[in-house]
């Protein structure tokens, strides 16, 4: 099983701040990476997949970088609908694991 | 648009069975891998089951293999999740979600269901 793990825990962060979320996996997962954002109360919502290609109808704010082992979601100038919890999820093999997630919260 | 809509989640006790099933309308179900993604009260998300855009193809994760079955009715545009011998560390929102790419399930996940929220207990 591929570990996922996300950094930091919780980004206490201002509107209009750029977060940079980590995400780092235990073994080579090329680009099979993807982001989600989940409001509470929400399912969860796609941001990006192929670590770095935005899904349909997410703000160019969002982007993402990495491949291999280290990837990170950016959200350049944070809007008050951003802060919410964020995960990645690899996809290059069996099981499908998630990061245990990331709080980008209100400072 | 894309829709996909869970039900069958209820309170059941530690070693029974539930069936959860999910409709989707919106889109050919018979194009995309289908998977059951949960999550427990106030932890993060788990994958569970996938199964091919044909059927011919299922994948579980080691914590539910044996005791879950994925299936799926793509005449009927439904999706299914038979559960047995129930534990109380199974207690979750169970969603419902569509596979984006791969046909055979190795999917990031783009469209997701509201969830069934399913409780093991006595």
């Known amino acids: 099983e591929i570990v996922m793990t996300q950094s930091p825990g919780t980004l206490s962060m201002s509107p209009g701040e750029r977060a940079a979320l980590s995400c780092r996996a235990g073994?080579?997962?090329?680009?099979?990476l993807a982001w989600y954002q989940q409001k509470r109360g929400q399912a969860p919502r796609l941001l990006i997949y192929?670590?770095?290609t935005r899904a349909t109808g997410i703000p160019a704010r969002f982007s993402g970088s990495g491949s291999g082992t280290d990837f990170t979601l950016t959200i350049s100038g944070l809007q008050s609908e951003d802060f919410a919890l964020y995960y990645c999820?690899?996809?290059?093999?069996?099981?499908?694991?998630f990061g245990q997630g990331t709080r980008v919260e209100i400072k | 648009q894309v829709r996909l809509v869970e039900w069958g989640g209820a309170v059941v006790q530690p070693g029974r069975s539930l069936r959860l099933s999910c409709a989707a309308s919106g889109f050919t179900l018979g194009t995309n891998a289908m998977h059951w993604v949960r999550q427990a009260p106030g932890k993060g998300l788990e994958w569970v089951a996938a199964?091919?855009?044909?059927?011919?193809?299922?994948s579980y994760a080691d914590s539910v293999r044996g005791r879950f079955t994925i299936s799926r009715d793509n005449s009927k545009n439904t999706v299914s999740l038979q559960m047995n011998s129930l534990r109380r560390d199974d207690t979750a929102v169970y969603y419902c979600?569509?596979?984006?790419?791969?046909?055979?399930?190795?999917?990031?996940?783009?469209?997701w269901g509201q969830g069934t929220v399913v409780t093991v207990s006595s």
């Open positions: 192929g670590a770095s």
């Open positions: 979600v569509r596979g984006l790419g791969s046909w055979y399930g190795l999917n990031p996940f783009d469209s």
């Open positions: 199964t091919s855009y044909d059927g011919s193809s299922e």
């Open positions: 073994q080579n997962i090329k680009k099979n």
């Open positions: 999820q690899q996809y290059n093999s069996w099981p499908l694991t």
